[in-house]
C-alpha cells in the first residue's frame, strides 16, 4: 500500500459521509434546491481565492522546479479555468461579478480558508501539501461517482462534469505521485503529521458541503 492509498483509508467514514450527504446526492436526483446551490457556488468562488493563493505558497516552497511550476499551474487554472465555471452560474443566477466578491464568507468557508492559509505559511512543504490534498483528491472521486448517475437539472451536470473530467484528474493525480514521491522521503512522524492534516480538511470539505446545503449564516 502506497502512502496515499493509507490517507485515503485513514477518511473512509468521512467519504461515505459526503456521498451520503443530501447536498450531494441531490446534485444527482435533482432535489438540491437552487438557492442551496447558488449560495455554495459564491461560498466556492470566494474558497478558491485563498486556496490558489495556498498553492502558490506550496509553490514557493517545494523542493524541486518541476514541483514549483506544477502548482503555480494549477493555482492560476484554480483561478481562471473554476473561475469560469462559476462565472457561468453566476449568469444563469443573475448575479453581478460585486454582488459576488462583496460576500463575506461563511463560517465554515472563514475556519476552512484560514487553516489552510496558516498551514501554508508556517509549515514545512509536506504538511501544506496534506493540507491541500482532499480539496482535489475528494473532488475527483465525488465527480467520478456523480458521473455514473447524471442529474436532470442541466447546471449540477455541469459542476459533475468539471469534476469529472479527465483535465481534472490529471491534475489529481499529478498531486497523488508527487506526494507518494515525498512520503517516501519522511520520518514516521513527519508523515504523521500530514495524516493529521489530510484529516482535518476531509472533515472540512464536509462541512463545506453541509455549509451550502443549510446556507450557513453568521448566528449575530
Same mark, same amino acid.
Given at each position: 500500500?502506497?502512502?496515499?492509498?493509507?490517507?485515503?483509508?485513514?477518511?473512509?467514514?468521512?467519504?461515505?459521509?459526503?456521498?451520503?450527504?443530501?447536498?450531494?446526492?441531490?446534485?444527482?436526483?435533482?432535489?438540491?434546491?437552487?438557492?442551496?446551490?447558488?449560495?455554495?457556488?459564491?461560498?466556492?468562488?470566494?474558497?478558491?481565492?485563498?486556496?490558489?493563493?495556498?498553492?502558490?505558497?506550496? @509553490? @514557493?516552497?517545494?523542493?524541486?522546479?518541476?514541483?514549483?511550476?506544477?502548482?503555480?499551474?494549477?493555482?492560476?487554472?484554480?483561478?481562471?479555468?473554476?473561475?469560469?465555471?462559476?462565472?457561468?452560474?453566476?449568469?444563469?443566477?443573475?448575479?453581478?461579478?460585486?454582488?459576488?466578491?462583496?460576500?463575506?464568507?461563511?463560517?465554515?468557508?472563514?475556519?476552512?480558508?484560514?487553516?489552510?492559509?496558516?498551514? @501554508?505559511?508556517?509549515?514545512?512543504?509536506?504538511?501544506?501539501?496534506?493540507?491541500?490534498?482532499?480539496?482535489?483528491?475528494?473532488?475527483?472521486?465525488?465527480?467520478?461517482?456523480?458521473?455514473?448517475?447524471?442529474?436532470?437539472?442541466?447546471?449540477?451536470?455541469?459542476?459533475?462534469?468539471?469534476?469529472?473530467?479527465?483535465?481534472?484528474?490529471?491534475?489529481?493525480?499529478?498531486?497523488?505521485?508527487?506526494?507518494?514521491?515525498?512520503?517516501?522521503?519522511?520520518?514516521?512522524?513527519?508523515?504523521?503529521?500530514?495524516?493529521?492534516?489530510?484529516? @482535518?480538511?476531509?472533515?472540512?470539505?464536509?462541512?463545506?458541503?453541509?455549509?451550502?446545503?443549510?446556507?450557513?449564516?453568521?448566528?449575530?
Amino acid at each position: 500500500m502506497n502512502y496515499t492509498e493509507e490517507l485515503w483509508h485513514s477518511t473512509q467514514n468521512i467519504y461515505a459521509s459526503i456521498l451520503a450527504h443530501p447536498f450531494i446526492q441531490g446534485l444527482t436526483d435533482g432535489s438540491l434546491s437552487r438557492a442551496a446551490f447558488q449560495f455554495y457556488v459564491i461560498q466556492d468562488a470566494l474558497y478558491l481565492r485563498h486556496f490558489a493563493q495556498c498553492l502558490s505558497l506550496a @509553490a @514557493a516552497k517545494a523542493p524541486s522546479d518541476d514541483w514549483l511550476v506544477m502548482f503555480n499551474q494549477h493555482s492560476s487554472a484554480a483561478i481562471l479555468g473554476e473561475r469560469a465555471l462559476h462565472d457561468g452560474f453566476f449568469s444563469e443566477f443573475g448575479l453581478s461579478s460585486s454582488e459576488v466578491w462583496s460576500t463575506p464568507l461563511a463560517p465554515t468557508n472563514l475556519a476552512y480558508t484560514r487553516y489552510l492559509l496558516a498551514t @501554508a505559511y508556517a509549515q514545512p512543504f509536506h504538511e501544506v501539501l496534506a493540507a491541500l490534498l482532499p480539496c482535489y483528491w475528494i473532488y475527483w472521486e465525488v465527480g467520478k461517482e456523480l458521473e455514473q448517475r447524471g442529474s436532470p437539472n442541466p447546471l449540477y451536470q455541469r459542476w459533475i462534469d468539471t469534476y469529472a473530467s479527465a483535465e481534472f484528474g490529471s491534475n489529481v493525480e499529478q498531486v497523488l505521485s508527487l506526494t507518494n514521491t515525498i512520503a517516501l522521503t519522511l520520518s514516521v512522524e513527519q508523515r504523521t503529521a500530514m495524516r493529521e492534516h489530510f484529516i @482535518a480538511t476531509a472533515r472540512y470539505e464536509w462541512m463545506f458541503w453541509q455549509m451550502g446545503y443549510s446556507q450557513e449564516r453568521w448566528p449575530v
